[in-house]
């Protein structure tokens, strides 16, 4: 891969992607190579009106800055010591897991301050200190820690990704081939949440993957497709809609 720099005889390659957790399905991609930021791609990703939900390496006071100037919300985790500027706090229950709730200047004033305030929330769970930056004030608190707890839903999706999908096996090397394997996984995997949806009201596992593939199978040496369901034209479209609504 000559096109994808990384250091002196290794290549690597990056898949900036994003993730919508209502629908449990990825919307957009961008591919890069391995001496690429992540940053720079969260404003490409989110639209107006979306809430991105980020780890620490995500954290940018100024990218913070950009987002709220283009109305588009952040759940970001921050660092532990990162300095605050406390202009209003808000009231927690005592004894509650939510221990800090206030409307801060993060950063240090003349250095890496941003110009608009965020709201910090503070919370501990199974021992675990969490401190999560927002520009969300219409949510609680407990709204908030829920919302970050659920980007494991992210790391999950990748890791089923690459350990069924087998997109870490590179076949291709060039950047064109690397990106049409990647959207043959992605593509995979959004037909398998179709049927998955659609035929169990779930979400993709690798038991209905296992199942779909003996179906297949079965059909294939037997000659007959009595086995499988046959979706109509009317919720192939309904999927597709469906689909193009999680893109834009």
């Avoid at 002196?8 to 591919?31: E, M, R, T, V, Y």
């Avoid at 004033?109 to 969300?136: F, H, L, S, W």
């Amino acid at each position: 891969m000559y096109w994808a720099d990384y250091r002196k005889g290794s290549k690597k390659a990056k898949a900036h992607c994003g993730f919508d957790i209502n629908h449990g399905i990825p919307n957009k991609i961008f591919l890069t190579d391995g001496n690429g930021g992540e940053r720079p791609f969260v404003n490409l990703i989110l639209s107006k009106g979306q809430t991105g939900v980020m780890d620490r390496g995500y954290q940018s006071h100024k990218d913070f800055d950009l987002l709220q100037k283009e109305n588009k919300h952040f759940v970001c985790r921050i660092k532990t010591k990162t300095t605050r500027t406390i202009l209003k706090e808000n009231c927690v229950i005592p004894g509650n897991y939510i221990f800090y709730d206030a409307v801060v200047l993060i950063g240090t004033p003349g250095q890496n301050q941003p110009r608009k305030p965020v709201r910090v929330v503070d919370y501990k769970i199974a021992g675990v200190k969490y401190y999560v930056a927002t520009d969300r004030h219409d949510l609680t608190a407990e709204q908030i820690a829920t919302i970050y707890k659920l980007r494991w839903t992210i790391e999950n999706f990748f890791k089923w990704w690459k350990e069924h999908l087998k997109v870490y096996h590179l076949i291709a090397r060039s950047e064109y081939g690397l990106m049409v394997q990647i959207l043959g996984g992605l593509i995979t995997y959004l037909l398998m949440a179709i049927y998955c949806r659609e035929q169990f009201s779930e979400k993709v596992s690798i038991k209905r993957v296992r199942e779909l593939r003996t179906t297949i199978l079965n059909e294939l040496f037997s000659g007959t497709d009595a086995a499988a369901p046959n979706p109509s034209r009317d919720n192939v479209v309904k999927d597709q809609k469906i689909i193009t609504q999680a893109k834009t």
